[in-house]
């Protein structure tokens, strides 16, 4: 990576750059130069194939060389593990070759490649490790295993170095279009929430229309030739129900006027009589539900057995001096005839409260604004991810700078 190390020893040319011109200066700034260190790669990874393959080799003649039965000094004769070990040493060998050649041999990637070396070494350098009954019978097989194993960690060495320097444009490269993808992600997520906040607000705003034309309606409806009517017809209604009252309050007075004389006379009355008196005297407006003329009767009853009621003669006379069936059944013709009209009264109340109804509309009113409130509530839960946009421009900023060997403004 010398190139890069002295482009950064000069004083750096000062550059601005668009956002949006960012992959086009990338490409011309790295474009040559990946091809020379894709080249290297290549290099690299013909290398890797052939020392693998003079291993394979290596193992090949190790598995096919013969070998004296091993006794050892203290008789014993261990031939048949030393065969066992090679055995299962070339097996296990063979099958790391085929798998990491495979790999190397369809292009992989520059860092595939560093991991498939860094593991076949590994294994099989703990292979010879494990292997160490395999010196006594075939120290000439082993030597030579062990020093093309050197070889390949030489060139494993040589490639991670290459890696970490010269290569190091394409990791930057790739970093680079990291933070291109979070910045532009980050931009889109939030013109989506801000479309769909713009989208839900235009929906509020057409069904508050919906709303004022529900009210507009309403308003008109209560300002109709009808709803004056309505109104006349409720306060004409309130008169009637007062003038009612007023009927019942002078029927309860007039009872209540004679009510000792009838109380007393309920002593000599006899049982059927007395419970249809008792009735009256309780509740006085009944009698505008029952026949007058039977009240009258009553009255008339007592009036004749009044002296046998009353000792005191000055009640006697005012008593019989009362005309209160008069008075009684003129309360009782006035009540009817304003009932009658109460009742005429409710009837076209009725059918102008029916015909002005106003439900309908309000329940809509009711539904729109539910609506409204669950789209305000879906309007809250959108929520942007939270991206430092700032620290990613400023960390672009600096990768373009070493790649380009110039001071990269973003604007």
Do not use: H
């Not at 598995?63 to 055995?87: A, G, H, P």
């Not at 860094?118 to 292979?127: C, D, R, T």
């Amino acid at each position: 990576m010398r190139w890069l190390k002295n482009l950064f020893k000069k004083t750096k040319v000062k550059q601005t750059l668009k956002f949006d011109n960012i992959e086009p200066f990338l490409a011309a700034q790295t474009k040559e130069k990946k091809l020379e260190l894709e080249s290297k790669v290549a290099t690299f990874r013909e290398n890797f194939i052939n020392l693998l393959e003079e291993l394979n080799n290596d193992f090949k003649e190790l598995e096919t060389s013969r070998f004296n039965r091993i006794i050892l000094e203290d008789k014993r004769d261990i031939s048949n593990i030393v065969e066992t070990s090679r055995r299962n040493y070339c097996s296990n060998s063979e099958k790391l070759f085929i798998k990491t050649l495979k790999l190397l041999k369809r292009k992989c990637s520059a860092s595939e490649i560093n991991s498939a070396i860094s593991e076949i070494f590994y294994k099989l350098n703990k292979f010879s490790r494990d292997a160490q009954i395999l010196l006594i019978p075939f120290q000439k097989q082993m030597k030579k295993i062990s020093s093309d194993l050197k070889t390949l960690k030489t060139t494993l060495e040589e490639y991670q170095s290459f890696l970490d320097n010269e290569y190091s444009i394409v990791q930057l490269e790739k970093k680079i279009k990291e933070l291109l993808k979070k910045i532009k992600e980050s931009k889109l997520n939030k013109e989506q929430i801000e479309n769909k906040k713009k989208e839900i607000d235009r929906k509020i705003k057409n069904l508050n229309k919906e709303i004022e034309r529900y009210k507009f309606k309403i308003s008109e409806i209560q300002k109709s030739p009808e709803a004056l009517e309505l109104k006349k017809l409720e306060k004409q209604q309130i008169l009637f129900d007062r003038q009612m009252e007023n009927i019942i309050a002078k029927i309860n007075n007039s009872v209540n006027s004679v009510s000792r004389q009838i109380r007393k006379y309920l002593y000599i009355a006899n049982k059927k009589e007395k419970s249809k008196i008792q009735n009256f005297l309780e509740n006085p407006e009944n009698l505008l539900k029952e026949e007058p003329d039977l009240f009258g009767k009553v009255i008339e009853n007592v009036k004749n057995n009044i002296k046998k009621i009353e000792e005191d003669e000055k009640k006697i006379k005012k008593f019989l001096e009362t005309d209160i069936v008069t008075s009684l059944n003129k309360y009782i013709a006035e009540y009817k005839k304003i009932s009658d009209d109460s009742k005429e009264n409710i009837k076209k109340i009725k059918k102008l409260r029916q015909k002005l109804s106003t439900e309908k509309e309000e329940m809509e009113i009711a539904k729109l604004n539910e609506q409204i409130q669950q789209m305000k509530e879906d309007k809250r839960e959108l929520n942007i991810e939270e991206v430092d946009e700032t620290k990613l421009l400023k960390d672009l900023e600096k990768i373009l700078s070493d790649i380009s060997g110039k001071e990269i403004k973003l604007i």
